[in-house]
């Protein structure tokens, strides 16, 4: 706890100059509002000393009334002022947020749930906002109060001051109990709330998997007895903090009839007016007032807290490795080699062992083998979206991990299964790999992977907008898009991951000539299902269990007739 409070105040210490100004008027406005049993005391006082008088009451009246307005208008300002530094605070810590999620190590990224990470970045912050604001609002100036406060009761009765002291903070103690209780409900409350986003996250991307398997009831079962376990930690964490606020109440109530029985003894004995304990009761109310506001917030403010220990665990994540200061991998030609690589994803089981393999400029290289056996993990490790575990990759004699990763990837053409497009038009989403292309060679290449035909007849042609990842888009229209990109980029190497598996017979045939221009003369590495695709390689790596089981041509393979010849005859008997 303390950790993440030290943490928000480096964030809010960038507003200096605002705090300050927030603290100048809750001082200014506190002492005011403080000023006016001042003067309505004097005004008891002097009827009482010379009688019913409506020129002096009328003046005590009048300042009252402006000293009233002008407290209304520093506590207007000092709202102003205190919503802008938790906005631009929330604002920081957001920018901070998204900043790391695009530096974390992509293992992060694929351990966690998806609608966890969006809800730390959105829902917690929001949670954290609203916290951050009542603190702002109640706590800062409610503990400004009771200091000001003291010091006005003080200069009018030291007995009754220090009757008043004595006995409310009995509140905070009680305060501080229920609060420590509750923080590990309000954490498991904010965990619980993670992983329902995360179910509702994944329900609504795979809606049409939920729907075709009847999947439905078994999700909402799911949906149920997460919500079930939030109402129980919610409730719990609400009806143990809601203690508070009755408890500081009743303690509030008797510092009042305290300084009630205190007060008229002094007046009694002569040791304060009647004016004089009319303000120390009024002063009274104002200083128990923060101890009620602040224990009835203190449940938004733990909740607030424990959503911004979340927010700083995302934030103080190691992100990966930094290559700021390495040079850039220039004139790629396609030389690609792997020398004694091992990688597992968990250390207690080994994926990939020993692997070598040396590719030339302009070899195609396909990987094949069951599922689980590492191609898709050979691919993140040429791509560095992983480091190896020991051993090392070269392209063009350097080790990727001596060279930039954008250099790296911008060598490298992408196609994936699983495809990706981002909201915008259809033309946003080709030049994705380059922004500066021309409308010919946008046609071109469009033409090239016969996408052009369907685009020609969407209702604006490239201007087309697409939803979040293509969801207008048919799975093979989806593809098309992202073999274009590809196409019009151009780079020196390509990666084809099962880059035809969602589109028709008759067009594969047409895309696989257009592949056979792509890859005239670039590093190519092709992993594929269909042997079909592949009979042409130059080299064929088959894989099992993380292993390059076997390595040769298509007709090398089969004059073998071993694993391949297996997986080849299985698909065509």
Known sequence: MKNTVKKLLGFLGKSRTALMMSVLLAAASICLSLYVPILFGSAIDNILDSGVSFGPILEFLTRAGIVVVICAILQWAMGIINNRITFETVRRVRERAFEKLEHLPLKYIDSNAYGDLLSRVISDVDTFADGLLMGFSQVFTGIATIIVTFGFMLS?????????????????????????????????????????TALIDEMTGGARVVAAYGYRGRSEERFDKINRELE???????????????????????????????????????GMTVG???????????????????????????????????????????????????PELKDIKGNVAVENVAFS???????????????????????????????????????????????????????????TRHSLRQGYGMVLQDTWLRSGTIRDNIIMGKPDA???????ASKATHAHSFIKRL?????????????????????????TRVMLSAPPMLILDEATSNIDTKTELRVQRAFEKLMTGKTSFIVAHRLSTIMSADMILVMRDGNVVEQGTHSELMEKGGFYAELYNSQFS
Not at 305 to 324: G, H, K, M, N, T
Not at 380 to 391: A, E, I, K, Q
Not at 459 to 483: F, H, K, M, W
């Open 438 to 444: 021309t409308e010919e060679e946008i046609v071109a």
């Open 345 to 403: 994803y968990d250390p207690k089981r080994p994926l990939i062992k020993n692997f070598n393999l040396k590719v030339e400029p302009g070899k195609r290289v396909a990987i094949v083998g069951p599922t689980g056996c590492g191609k898709t993990t050979l691919i993140n490790l040429l791509m560095r979206f992983y480091d190896v575990d020991s051993g090392k990759i070269s392209v063009e004699g350097e080790d990727i991990r001596n060279i």
């Open 156 to 196: 009018i009765s030291l007995k009754v001051a220090l009757v008043a002291a004595l006995l409310t903070p009995l509140s905070v103690f009680v305060a501080r109990f229920v609060a420590k209780n509750t923080h590990s409900l309000f954490q498991k409350q904010s965990v619980i709330r993670g992983e329902q």
């Open 459 to 483: 209702p604006q042609g490239y201007d087309t907008p697409v939803g979040e990842d293509g969801g207008n888009l048919s799975a093979g229209q989806r593809q098309l898009l992202c073999i």
């Open 232 to 270: 129980k930690t919610s409730r719990r964490a609400i009806f143990y903090s809601s203690l508070v606020n009755p408890t500081t109440r009743f303690v509030n109530a008797v510092v009042y009839a305290a300084v009630c029985l205190v007060g008229a003894m002094t007046v009694i004995s002569g």
């Open 276 to 326: 004089g304990l009319s303000a120390i009761l009024a002063y009274a109310n104002q200083f128990t007032k923060p101890f009620n506001e602040i224990s009835g917030v203190i449940t938004e403010l733990q909740n607030a807290l424990v959503c911004a220990q979340r927010i700083f665990e995302l934030i103080d994540q190691e992100p990966e490795v930094s290559d700021e200061n390495l």
